[in-house]
């Protein structure tokens, strides 16, 4: 029974297709991730550990280049909660038949809640993402990190911050 099971996945994973983001194609894409989070304000560092859910859906302009929008919402080891929504842009370069890369940006904001407090931010994003295709519509995601500039606005005052994450994110995408 296991080596059946094994070979099914196998199966799967290996199935022959290629990856299928075309002009006009529609991807709705969902990812967790828990990442290490360094941010230094005004000259001090923060370090902490962030667990994040992420929803998305992109539109292909070509068959490299998509445009699209996503919510996410995350907790850090501080227990400070954030809900932002971005506008991104990614572009996809095959690796092989069923492997992609994208370099995605996109500009976000969000509101930063720190117990009865909350402040909001904007800034911009670059992750790199690959895309493993387990079937013509279904990906497997995975990125290991970004890079952020990030500006707060706290009360009035307005920081900004660099914002590096290291860590694993995982997800699959459905495009039609």
């Known amino acids: 029974m296991k080596k059946l099971i094994l070979l099914s ?28 989070s360094s941010e230094t304000h005004s000259g001090t560092t923060f370090n902490f550990t962030v667990f994040e859910a992420r929803l998305g859906v992109d539109y292909f302009l070509t068959n490299h280049f998509a445009l699209g929008a996503g919510v996410a919402i995350y907790r850090n080891s501080e227990s400070v909660l954030t809900t932002e929504f971005e506008v991104r842009a990614g572009y996809y370069i095959a690796l092989t038949d069923k492997m992609r890369l994208s370099i995605n940006g ?24 690959l895309n493993y ?6 990906a497997l995601t995975a990125a290991i990190g970004n890079v952020s500039f990030l500006a707060e606005n706290r009360n009035g005052r307005v920081s900004s911050f660099w914002n590096y994450r290291t860590g694993i994110e995982v997800g699959a995408s459905y495009t039609f």
Do not use: C, E, M
């Open 106 to 129: 996109a500009a976000k904001a969000g509101r930063r809640f720190y117990g009865d407090t909350s402040y909001l931010y904007y800034g911009f994003t670059l992750s790199p993402v």
């Open 133 to 138: 295709y387990i079937s013509p519509n279904i």
């Open 9 to 36: 996945a196998l199966l799967l994973v290996t199935f022959g297709a290629s990856a299928q983001q075309r002009k006009g194609s529609v991807s709705l894409s969902g990812s967790i991730s828990v990442a290490s």
